[in-house]
């Protein structure tokens, strides 16, 4: 099936959005006192109302920011970093930011406030948060950039807030991990394909994105050996991700092999991890993904966009998709990639 024809990005937007939905009221609980709330976690239902987390709006900021570079011609560094800082700057002065934004975001997006001030010395160069690759989904889902654009698209949008080199590698991927599943990668090989992208990629410091941020961290001698250090911790979690595959445990909570997900690598690693035991049962990947002791949001959000990046706008409920929050902003971004 070709992207167009099962609208990809319409799939990967609105699956994203109702797994962060799904996954809102499950953060920051363990499983047993999810399935106290929820009951058995193969039958959660999407609450009323159905609302969402910052990692949704901050795709959208990053979408919109997107949307507006890329009507300036083709996609570039300084074309992109303005209007996505405007984007992320408009998000944290937003009265609907009141979604427990992670720390780091908000840090970052108050330096970014400044005009004057370049955004690399904004960028939290410590943080590997997951609110790197929460919100990239929409750079694996752009038609028509090069591979050079897509990871400098990827790793330039993580490090106006988080800089440390495994939020731009774990960012990197999971786009990478987008784009491969919305033109039709087979799933049993996935994780290969990733891996072997992280290793080709390993000491690519992309200097035309991102300057002289890696000159920030004291600790590394070069550009390559920054960035190195971020691939490795990547391939790490994929190691842990492909061992917990060759025994899979559905009933097992994904967290406990592959992470808890606050982190950016591990929650690439445990998205994928729920999607992969479930790739043609997308419901079933949401709510594995909600009922989890990590960042529920978050892992349910990334799992949700692999699995609509998969199989297509046509798997989501009628019913869920109704009523998701941001609904009409999410399908129009949808659209405009998917066309």
Not at 86 to 94: L, N, P, T
Not at 178 to 202: D, H, I, K, M, P
Request: net charge negative; hydrophobic share 40%; charged share 25%.
């Amino acid at each position: 099936m070709t992207t167009t024809r099962k609208r990809a990005a319409t799939g990967a937007m609105m699956g994203l959005a109702l797994g962060d939905a799904l996954g809102f009221p499950t953060e920051f609980n363990d499983v047993p006192s999810i399935l106290a709330k929820t009951g058995p976690w193969r039958e959660m239902e999407l609450p009323r109302p159905a609302i969402v987390t910052d990692d949704t709006q901050m795709t959208l900021a990053l979408s919109r920011g997107i949307r507006t570079a890329a009507g300036r011609g083709r996609i570039g560094p300084l074309r992109l970093a303005g209007p996505v800082r405007e984007e992320f700057v408009e998000w944290w002065r937003s009265p609907e930011n009141n979604r427990a934004p992670g720390r780091t975001c908000m840090v970052a997006c108050q330096l970014l406030k400044t005009p004057e001030r370049d955004w690399r010395d904004a960028s939290q160069l410590g943080s590997k948060g997951c609110g790197a690759n929460m919100r990239v989904v929409p750079v694996g889902l752009v038609p028509d950039w090069t591979e050079e654009e897509r990871a400098g698209a990827a790793q330039l949008q993580s490090a106006l807030t988080h800089g440390h080199p495994t939020a731009l590698a774990a960012s990197d991927l999971t786009a990478r991990a987008v784009y491969l599943l919305a033109r039709g990668a087979e799933v049993t090989g996935l994780v290969g394909q990733l891996r072997s992208y992280a290793l080709e990629n390993r000491t690519r410091y992309h200097e035309r994105w991102l300057g002289d941020l890696w000159t920030r961290t004291p600790s590394d001698a070069s550009a390559e050996s920054f960035i190195a250090r971020g691939w490795d911790e990547c391939l790490a979690v994929l190691d842990r991700l492909s061992a917990a595959l060759r025994e899979p445990s559905p009933e097992t909570d994904p967290c406990l092999t592959t992470g808890d997900g606050w982190i950016a690598e591990e929650a690439l690693a445990t998205a994928l991890h729920c999607f992969l035991l479930f790739p043609e049962d997308p419901l079933t990947v949401l709510r594995r993904a909600a009922c989890t002791a990590g960042d529920s949001d978050s892992i349910a959000c990334l799992a949700g966009a692999f699995a609509g990046a998969h199989l297509g706008a046509d798997v989501w409920p009628r019913a869920w998709e109704g009523r998701i929050e941001y609904r009409e902003e999410l399908l129009a971004f949808g659209a405009l990639w998917d066309a």
